[in-house]
């Protein structure tokens, strides 16, 4: 059972993080002249965060980092009317540029203006994709890894090591981009190194952690021209942002299922008319909310699975007469030991086909413990695939996290 507990401390002054956003822009006349000395503010929509910031001799201001959301964006100057954007929306390492013209007026007065987020980035060399919410939880995902919608993304394709046989043994959040090998991605959540160094040339996860898609926010997959405070590689940079309280109380819980009694046969016959067994359930919840409002929020989250799949198999396993070391050819021994009776067996010594091979305990009881086969073998010896059964597999993981927000 793996836990998070994640505790972030949220300033008016924020401290550099990789999974925030920057706002950014110039404050102009109705005549297009630069003001300096006005003030902005930039104020969250859902947990009531304010920061402030002031124009330089330019007119530009710069909020360097600020938590992911929507945001109120107001400026006012002495002389001049208040002028305000209702919603603007940050995304992960987003550079949000806002420009505001203000009006000659009363201080009083407030201009609204509509504002929208531009579909390209004229501030940031970065090339990436936003993977948002509603994408995240809206779109369907085999085995709920929110990783794998890395794949919508131009330039990303599956790694194919690692990701066959036993479902004990599958990789997750294991792509190639742009043709480099998987090792030679970065993937952060909340800022923090999520690298899973020990297993990710081992076919393994990529991931130390990997959240449950419920929890998370969004998350940017840049593939290109990302800025030096990523380093480290060459290929991509997953930046995950999980979710926060706010001001308001919200939650959710969930069960998928997936049962043998429900899956289409198909169209082939099953063998000994017995389908496979495959059984998933993946359950969980999310609830999150204020604590102090305007100032203390948490958010918690968990998520269980249990996955068991019996596959058909076949194996060739020794027959009646080799166990007890009855062999069709001629056996000379290499070494001395003693069988099973207490013999002194020298080495050198030849046995003719068709007489037993003496056996050490060891051997016997190993022998003994295997399964009887149940199917006519082939091959030269006669024992090749001459037992089949449903062999069970199962992957049980338990996960969750518990983040807690406060505003200074």
């Known amino acids: 059972m793996r836990f998070l507990f994640l505790f972030g401390l949220v300033l008016p002054a924020c401290w550099a993080q990789f999974d925030s956003a920057v706002i950014l822009g110039t404050i102009r006349d109705q005549r297009g002249g630069v003001l300096s000395g006005a003030t902005v503010t930039a104020k969250n929509r859902q947990t009531g965060l304010t920061a402030v910031a002031k124009t330089d001799e ?19 100057a002495a002389g001049f009317s208040k002028t305000q954007v209702d919603e603007i929306r940050l995304t992960v390492e987003a550079r949000q540029r806002v420009d505001l013209t203000l009006t000659v007026g009363a201080v009083a007065e407030t201009v609204t203006v509509e504002a929208t987020n531009p579909l390209l980035e004229a501030d940031s060399s970065s090339k990436g994709q936003i993977i948002g919410q509603q994408q995240i939880v809206g779109l369907p995902l085999q085995g709920r890894s929110y990783a794998n919608l890395a794949l919508l993304v131009p330039g990303v394709r599956q790694s194919q090591s690692g990701n066959s046989g036993d479902i004990s043994f599958r990789r997750e959040g294991s792509y190639n981009v742009n043709g480099l090998r998987s090792v030679f991605n970065n993937f952060l959540l909340d800022g923090v190194d999520n690298n899973f160094y020990g297993t990710t040339n081992q076919g393994f996860s990529n991931q130390a952690i ?8 969004e998350f940017r997959m840049s593939i290109n021209a990302y800025t030096a405070e990523y380093g480290r590689t060459g290929g991509a940079v997953m930046n995950v942002s999980t979710r926060s309280g706010t001001n308001q109380f ?16 198909g169209f082939f016959k099953p063998v000994d008319n017995r389908k496979p067994q495959s ?5 969980g919840f999310t609830f999150g909310g204020p604590i102090v409002k305007d100032r203390t929020f948490f958010f918690a989250d968990y998520e269980g699975g249990r996955w068991i799949q019996a596959p058909f198999a076949l194996a060739s396993l020794p027959s009646l007469a080799q166990r007890q070391g009855i062999l069709p050819n001629e056996v000379r ?15 050198g010594t030849v046995i003719p086909a068709g007489q037993p091979v003496p056996l050490t305990t060891f051997a016997r009881r190993v022998l003994a413990e295997l399964p009887v086969p149940n199917r006519v073998g082939g091959g030269a010896l006669g ?4 037992f089949g059964g449903f062999a069970r597999n199962q992957l049980f993981d338990d996960k969750g996290a518990i983040k807690l927000d406060v505003i200074d």
């Open 58 to 76: 330019k007119g530009d201001y710069l909020f360097p980092t600020v938590k992911i959301g929507s945001y109120q964006i107001s400026a006012e």
């Open 210 to 217: 990997q959240p449950s898609p419920d929890s998370v926010a």
């Open 250 to 265: 919200h939650g959710s819980a969930w069960e998928f299922l997936q049962n043998t009694k429900m899956n289409a046969t």
């Open 279 to 283: 059984n998933r359930n993946q359950f």
């Open 333 to 347: 021994i290499p070494l001395n030991y003693r069988d099973a009776d207490g013999r002194q067996i020298t080495a």
């Open 383 to 386: 024992v090749a695939n001459n």
